[in-house]
């Protein structure tokens, strides 16, 4: 036999009997975004290597180590997307979306990243992400977590889900506290872990998320960001909190939460559950009003989240929110006899043209009558539909009722669908 192969680890596959949770939690995303007036954009999922460079940053854990490059036939170094954000500004100013505008989109799809495969996180994970150009005040930024705060409800998991905030302030602000940060930390470097010193000189903001106890410890007494922000910082953030206070969200004042990358600026907010073991990030975003220049653009400000879809659908099949299943189909055709299929197709096809949203499954295979009842009940229809060859004489067609809902009976092909266009 020949070798079997299998998926690469961290790749996986969503079977048939898994996609309905995925569809679920897609579909109400759509409506969502519909509802708020945001548009879908759709970005290759390969990008030049050097855009994720300089928008997410040398020094950052994605870029260092995570990433998927790879030189192309001409040399020229490409890589899988890590996330998004990068690739929708390259997109927006390659097409001249973003200078002088204002615009809200969205999109969804895979990612790729190479760390260690472990629950709800993959080598190839798929995203959520919504992104906002043009608008600079705290009120955009409060829509953004309001919208977060709708999908929970809408989803039926707002209770098991915590809004945490910060603010980074402004570039500025964050070279001067970041040095302060260094100073502080130099007194500790022999107690600081191998990631924590790694980064004390490229990355320190980040040693503020560790996730090491005794790092925590030392962090203490250490210098606070928000003690180096300016009276517009201030008021931004402040904007922020008294929106949402009277939207009636409520949220937890972070001041350790510092997010992965380079570009944020100001905001940064992470929705956090604990219901799927150690706390996990659900959604986490913030704004980034200097990367567009960064990357080749006109000065935009721009803010926006993304979320990871295996750990939506997991925490949505950890909570028991995953709807049941749908059927197969809503109608299943049984054909008794080689002449009867050809009608037993094309009344499938009627079906389908005269009752629109029916879902019609055709035999197919052969075998005997009771063959094709087993397999019309495993397609959850609610009933079979049976041509034979008296039935097709007579331009009839029997109906047997699979759930309970009536006596089988024998009706004429007008009179089945003018029934079942009630009902559908």
């Not at 996986?12 to 898994?18: A, I, Y």
């Not at 990068?86 to 615009?103: P, S, T, W």
């Not at 539909?385 to 007579?394: H, N, P």
């Not at 759930?403 to 089988?408: C, F, H, S, V």
Request: with cysteine; aromatic share 8%; hydrophobic share 40%.
């Amino acid at each position: 036999m020949a070798k079997q192969i299998q998926a690469i680890r961290g790749m996986n596959d969503c079977l048939p009997e898994q996609t309905p949770a995925w569809q679920q939690a897609e579909a109400v995303l759509r409506n969502l975004m519909q509802g708020y007036g945001y548009a879908e954009v759709r970005m290759p999922i390969m990008e030049s290597t050097g855009l994720f460079r300089r928008a997410i940053g040398e020094v950052t854990d994605v870029v260092e180590k995570e990433m998927y490059s790879f030189d192309d036939r001409n040399g020229d170094s490409m890589t899988l997307r890590p996330e998004g954000t990068a690739g929708c500004v390259r997109a927006g100013i390659e097409h001249g979306l973003l200078y002088n505008q204002e615009r809200r989109m969205w999109y969804m799809g895979p990612m790729f990243r190479y760390e260690r495969p472990q629950k709800g996180r993959y080598r190839q994970f798929h995203q959520f992400g919504v992104e906002v150009f043009g608008l600079q005040g705290p009120d955009i930024d409060a829509e953004l977590i309001m919208l977060t705060a709708r999908l929970w409800r809408q989803l039926g998991v707002s209770e098991h889900l915590t809004l945490q905030l910060n603010s980074l302030g402004q570039p500025e602000e964050r070279a001067e506290y970041r040095q302060a940060l260094i100073t502080y930390l130099e007194q500790y470097h022999d107690q600081l872990d191998e990631d924590s010193q790694r980064r004390l000189y490229t990355n320190p903001l980040r040693v503020l998320d560790s996730k090491n106890p005794q790092v925590q410890a030392l962090l203490q007494d250490a210098p606070v960001l928000s003690d180096y922000f300016g009276e517009q910082t201030r008021a931004h953030f402040t904007g922020l909190t008294d929106l949402l206070t009277a939207a009636g969200i409520a949220f937890e004042i972070n001041p350790r939460l510092v997010r992965g990358l380079d570009y944020y600026n100001l905001t940064v907010f992470e929705w956090v559950t604990d219901s799927l073991g150690a706390q996990g990030t659900v959604c986490g975003g913030g704004r980034y009003d200097g990367l567009v220049e960064q990357l080749g653009g006109q000065a935009t400000p721009a803010v926006g989240f993304a979320m990871g879809m295996e750990r939506l659908v997991l925490l949505l099949e950890t909570l028991d929110k995953v709807a049941a299943q749908p059927a197969l189909a809503d109608v299943y055709i049984a054909m008794m006899g080689e002449a009867s299929q050809v009608a037993g197709f094309a009344l499938a096809e009627q079906l389908r043209d005269q009752v629109p949203g029916l879902s019609v499954m055709s035999h197919c295979g052969g075998g005997n009558f009771k063959k094709q009842l087993k397999r019309a009940d495993k397609s959850g229809a609610g009933m079979a539909l049976i041509l034979g060859e008296d039935e097709i004489a007579r331009g009839e067609v029997t109906v047997k009722y699979l759930r309970g809902q009536g006596e089988q009976q024998t009706l004429a092909i007008n009179d089945m669908i003018e029934q079942l266009k009630k009902v559908v």
